[in-house]
């Protein structure tokens, strides 16, 4: 059998960061340009609190100014979209990123839909939808699909014809990431749970992204042999030792011998999301100012 890489999201992230703080500083040094990112976290759930915090130190270290908003979990929807309308008229901002998920009592997509398109970092309002939707290359992207487009290309520079079957639909990861795969040029399916025989879908993919968020449920068997394995997918599992650990949607130890090349998890995906985020907030930055955005 064929020796099976590994795709270094780490290696890569560090050094897609490296090259937005480059484009960071000349920013700065020409234009006088310093890129602002906001973010926003309403309530005090652990996990969230630790994703604002190594966003908020990543955009530090990397020269973009960074502005925190903690909000109250018992702050209301009104409270939250009057922010979200000042940071939107903030000049000093480029990009808002309200952290997910929120409150049970503030909707959503109410939050993502009063962001001002231009600075919504996360590419989830409507209009940027519809723009990646349109292949124009005129949004934001979503920070992880773009990261695993990213991780692709890396291994296969055309994709033009390649088969490529995204295993999950949602608006954060799967549906995105097939619009993206489709402006390469690939032909794309887009599966979920409910399809049918996922197994045979899976062999046929050059190109297999897994985000269905279910602990390794695609097994060896089901990768077509030399396929590019892209797994999105964060599980934690508990062994037989009793110990938790981190696991992905593939079958990682099955893949190897089958698989051309494959992400890891963690030390995949994760780290580019955040790199990616990064990258979205120069873009935003030199789109607001009228200078060309650097190909990041």
């Not at 090259?19 to 960071?24: D, G, K």
């Not at 990616?276 to 990041?296: K, Q, S």
Request: some cysteine.
């Amino acid at each position: 059998m064929a020796e099976t890489t590994l795709i270094d999201g780490k290696a890569a992230a560090a050094a897609l960061r490296a090259r937005v703080a480059a484009a960071t500083a000349a920013l700065k040094s020409t234009h006088g340009i310093v890129p602002g990112l906001a973010t926003v976290l309403v309530g005090d759930d652990p996990a969230s609190q630790v994703y604002v915090r190594s966003k908020q130190n990543a955009a530090r270290e990397a020269g973009i100014a960074s502005l925190e908003h903690r909000l109250a979990a018992d702050t209301g929807e009104a409270a939250l979209l009057a922010l979200i309308e000042r940071l939107n008229a903030d000049p000093a901002i480029d990009a808002v990123l309200v952290q997910l998920p929120l409150p049970p009592r503030i909707d959503p997509r109410r939050a993502i839909e009063a962001l001002d398109p231009a600075k919504d970092v996360d590419g989830f309002h409507p209009h940027n939808v519809g723009l990646l939707w349109s292949g124009s290359g005129a949004g934001l992207v979503p920070c992880t699909p773009l990261g695993a487009m990213l991780l692709v290309r890396s291994v296969l520079p055309s994709l033009s014809g390649l088969e490529a079957l995204v295993l999950g639909r949602s608006t954060i990861v799967g549906r995105p990431m097939a619009a993206l795969l489709l402006a390469a040029d690939c032909s794309v399916t887009l599966a979920h749970s409910k399809s049918r025989d996922l197994p045979a879908l899976c062999r046929r993919a050059d190109i297999l992204v897994a985000a269905v968020g279910r602990a390794e449920m695609v097994r060896g068997p089901w990768i077509k042999p030399g396929a590019v394995v892209i797994d999105v997918g964060i599980n934690r599992i508990v062994g037989g030792d009793g110990k938790s650990r981190l696991t992905g949607d593939v079958a990682y130890a099955e893949a190897q011998g089958i698989a051309r090349a494959i992400t890891p998890v963690p030390g995949g995906v994760g780290p580019m999301t955040i790199a990616c985020l990064l990258r979205n907030t120069v873009v935003a930055a030199c789109r607001r100012h009228g200078v060309p955005a650097p190909a990041l």
